[in-house]
């Protein structure tokens, strides 16, 4: 079983981390220019190295967070260590999955 | 005085299975708390069943659902509500007995392995003084065991393994003041996902808590122990 | 009845339904800060798995996310947006405000900061909202 403080720690640092991925990846698609309204402009946007690094991040850890989010609601359904053994896996399998789907998007778009 | 109507909540095993609600009527006077309406209708129905004990708010005995909000019976008058209908249920989250009991064992089961840290050395000893440098405590001898935190968390109502707020303000109290107490496994046992980390901050707990324990509070100082390092070994702050 | 016959019944276990989470009963401030910050959770998960689709488009070539973007073009999902602004800002400021009650900063003032993160997602709807229609 992870450790209760590890888990929660990792929570809160992603989201925190998020408030700020987060703004900015709304800043950019929205706000900078007229936004990103065609495909051209993102590619543009992606072709900056810092950009790319800073959506991947994003990427990574948005899904973390919303793993772990869905698992904690799980968990508060009060399930056996056996069943939230299969759920953690479960949802790290779903996790990695949209992680590699989102680097793959990014890479079909770049090249 | 004024007229209000009673809905109260029966329930016995068998008998009046489903539960069900039986209206009254009453006129009730200004001074009369839930408690006394209670003691008046088992006068017509004896088969109403409640737990009471000291009658002013210090046993705990008396927790039940008021109008949909954990109170202690006994200290709660009828006309402060100031609703034409009461609803009187037994607490959330907690096993039903019958009618408005309710069977406490599960919160003691949580409540126990902290180790009863009410049971120590008497304050009056020099060694039960606390320590110089503790500036500010919480007195946890505040807590009566009432259950009315347990009934409030929306954590507890749905997962069973989670240690719930009472057991968790009596950890906090062994933290900030062992008192001879074993801090280390005391902080291992909250430092659990089922133990201060399951907390989600909804505060329900210190909003129903009758005596200001606060355990929502205890709940993030616990954590804010853990997360600054507090040592396993010791319970200098 | 003899006594020895007399069988104790079972206290009735407490039913641990998920509307536990969503019931009515009288809650405080903090309670409704909790629930909100489920649904809102639960909200995005849904987008975040929606918008991953969208975003497949990208993968299908220009005119194939040019159409897409034309068929979001339209006041239903725009409206959409605005909700959904409206539900990250309140769960990111929200999770702000339970990342300080967790470092026992400002517990005592957890319902004012409550009102601070709801007024605060409530403006920035607005301006989104207005910004966006």
Request: glycine share 8%; charged share 20%.
């Amino acid at each position: 079983m992870t450790s209760g403080k590890n888990t929660w720690v990792w929570q809160a640092l992603s989201g925190l981390l998020l408030v700020f991925l987060l703004g900015l990846h709304l800043f950019a698609n929205h706000f900078m220019a007229d936004g990103l309204l065609t495909y051209d402009d993102v590619v543009a946007y992606l072709s900056n190295p810092l950009i790319l690094v800073l959506e991947v991040l994003f990427l990574a850890a948005v899904l973390y967070h919303a793993v772990l989010g869905v698992r904690a609601i799980m968990l508060d359904r009060g399930i056996s260590a056996q069943q939230e053994r299969t759920l953690t896996r479960a949802l790290t399998v779903v996790g990695v999955a949209l992680f590699l789907y989102g680097v793959w998007l990014f890479w079909v778009i770049l090249t | 005085m004024a007229e209000v109507t009673f809905k109260i909540y029966r329930y016995k095993p068998g008998a009046i299975d489903p539960p069900r609600y039986d209206t009254f009527k009453l006129d009730v006077e200004a001074h009369e708390t839930v408690l006394d309406i209670l003691e008046r209708l088992r006068l017509d129905d004896p088969t109403l069943t409640y737990r009471h004990s000291c009658h002013h708010g210090s046993c705990g005995t008396c927790g039940m659902m008021v109008n949909g909000k954990e109170v202690l019976a006994c200290v709660t008058r009828v006309l402060d509500l100031g609703t034409e209908t009461v609803v009187v249920e037994p607490l959330r989250h907690l096993p039903l007995v019958s009618d408005l009991v309710v069977d406490m064992t599960p919160f003691f089961e949580k409540y126990e392995p902290i180790g009863m840290p009410y049971l120590r050395e008497s304050e009056y000893l020099p060694e039960g003084q606390p320590p110089p440098e503790v500036g500010t405590y919480m007195r946890f001898e505040s807590c009566l065991e009432c259950g009315l935190c347990l009934s409030a968390c929306p954590v507890v109502g749905t997962d069973p393994a989670y240690l719930g707020p009472a057991a968790l303000a009596a950890a906090a109290r062994v933290v900030q003041e062992p008192r001879g107490q074993d801090v280390a496994r005391v902080l291992q046992m909250v430092d659990t996902e089922q133990g201060c980390w399951r907390c989600h901050s909804a505060m329900e707990c210190s909003e129903v808590c009758p005596n200001d324990v606060d355990p929502g509070g205890m709940i993030m100082y616990l954590r804010r122990e853990l997360l600054t390092g507090k040592t396993l070994s010791g319970g200098k702050r | 009845m003899n006594i020895e016959e007399y069988k104790r019944p079972e206290p009735r276990q407490p039913e641990a339904r998920l509307s536990e989470w969503f019931s009515p009963t009288k809650r405080g401030v903090g309670g409704w800060a909790f629930l909100l910050h489920r649904l809102t959770g639960i909200v995005l998960v849904f987008y975040l798995l929606l918008h991953f689709s969208v975003l497949s488009y990208l993968a299908r070539g220009p005119e194939a996310y040019q159409a897409a973007l034309q068929f979001l073009d339209n006041p239903l999902f725009v409206a959409l947006e605005v909700a959904l602004i409206a539900a990250v800002v309140y769960h990111g400021l929200n999770g702000l405000r339970l990342l300080l009650m967790a470092l026992n900063l400002g517990v005592k003032q957890q319902k004012a900061m409550f009102w601070v993160v709801f007024v605060l997602s409530a403006l920035t709807t607005l301006v989104a909202a207005v910004y966006m229609f």
